[in-house]
């Protein structure tokens, strides 16, 4: 599985920003998409994770904010963010689970998300 991400800039506090994340190669192995977020000196944390049936689970920081959709079945997310605040602000990294494991084994390249005045 490989995953390409897109997006991604600088905004400022209380602006919109979409990220995605398509996925190639073994599609018919995910079972979930995901994006994580990392900040210099911090342990990755889970943002928003979405399964193939359609699930949803969000960090208690983004719920209201965030949208995590699937673009279509298997190998394409969507993150809306909106009203970003400066605590957003990080490198997000989109992460594939496949059915064989219970972890995001397969992690596409950081973009980084700035929000600032």
């Known amino acids: 599985v490989q995953l390409q991400a897109s997006g991604g800039g600088a905004v400022q506090p209380g602006g919109s920003l979409r990220l995605s994340c398509a996925a190639s190669?073994?599609?018919?192995?995910?079972?979930?998409l995901a994006w994580y977020r990392q900040v210099p000196g911090q342990q990755r944390e889970l943002v928003a994770a979405?399964?193939?049936?359609?699930?949803?689970k969000y960090a208690d920081s983004v719920k209201g904010r965030f949208t995590l959709s699937r673009v279509n079945a298997q190998n394409a997310v969507s993150l809306q963010m909106n009203r970003l605040n400066p605590d957003d602000t990080a490198v997000y990294y989109c992460?594939?689970?496949?059915?064989?494991?219970?972890?995001?084994?397969?992690w596409g390249q950081g973009t980084l998300v700035t929000v600032s005045s």
């Open positions: 992460a594939a689970r496949t059915y064989s494991r219970s972890t995001y084994d397969y």
């Open positions: 979405i399964t193939v049936a359609g699930l949803t």
């Open positions: 190669g073994t599609i018919y192995s995910i079972n979930a």
